[in-house]
């Protein structure tokens, strides 16, 4: 029996598990905790493939397996935190009680961009469109800037109901949308090669640094514009 072929699905299996925790603690309004469990869920992802070419045991399971744990752990869950803030947002919409189950939008943009991604034969060094780990740790630090920001401009905007629907649709379509993002592989040990995801990843950690929870969906939408001005510096 060769053990090492079943590592890499084991690995995305407990990224599968994250996931549903994940879910347990989101409908116990615990999004800090959810927020953990999707990380240490996109942590595992990351060396599911990594341990799969590393045993060169890639196979089409894995491929399927990982496509339906990242559903879970990067798009149900990310869909569910949103119906619970549009849920308890503050505008006049909200005598509407279908408002909410909007916010699963963004789980059938999940949806699509992963069916997508296993077809698509452009997307095996870089992505095109947001990856959905990406969405997701947006997503689910909201809640998280909600609860420790003291400025009353980010309370309001992110208890606003349109803004949040706002945030809902431009998920799902920058999910799927025709814009490629560049890798953080580093290919080469030389600054010049490797200098955009250097910058990138620099400026990360300082975002983190000051802003903390703040800096999580700046980052995303650093990473995004950094994407999109890279993509018309090289068609220059």
């Known amino acids: 029996m060769n053990i090492k072929k079943h590592i890499p699905n084991l690995i995305t299996l407990l990224n599968l598990f994250c996931g549903c925790i994940a879910i347990v603690f989101a409908a116990k309004l615990d999004f800090e905790m959810a927020f953990y469990f999707v990380c240490l869920g996109i942590f595992l992802d990351f060396f599911d493939g990594f341990f799969a070419r590393l045993f060169k045991v890639s196979s089409p399971l894995g491929l399927q397996l990982d496509s339906l744990a990242d559903m879970v752990t990067s798009g149900v869950v990310p869909g569910f935190v949103m119906f619970f ?49 990406a969405n997701a ?5 909201l809640p998280l800037v909600l609860k420790y920001s003291d400025s009353l401009f980010t309370l309001e905007i992110l208890t606003n109901q349109f803004v949040l629907l706002a945030i809902t649709v431009l998920s799902a379509y920058i999910l799927n949308a025709e814009i490629p993002l560049f890798s953080l592989k580093l290919k080469k040990f030389n600054f010049k090669d490797n200098a955009l995801q250097i910058v990138f990843l620099s400026l990360s950690v300082l975002l983190l640094v000051f802003f903390q929870y703040l800096g999580i969906p700046l980052l995303i939408i650093l990473y995004v514009l950094l994407s999109v001005a890279n993509n018309k510096r090289a068609i220059k």
Do not use: K, W
Request: charged content about 10%; proline content about 7%.
């Open 137 to 141: 740790l947006f997503i689910l630090s």
């Open 85 to 133: 803030l549009l849920s308890s947002s503050q505008h006049e919409l909200s005598v509407n009680p279908m408002i909410p189950y909007l916010g699963f939008i963004i789980t059938l943009g999940s949806c699509y961009r992963l069916a997508n991604f296993n077809i698509d034969t452009r997307q095996t060094d870089s992505f095109i469109g947001l990856p959905t780990p």
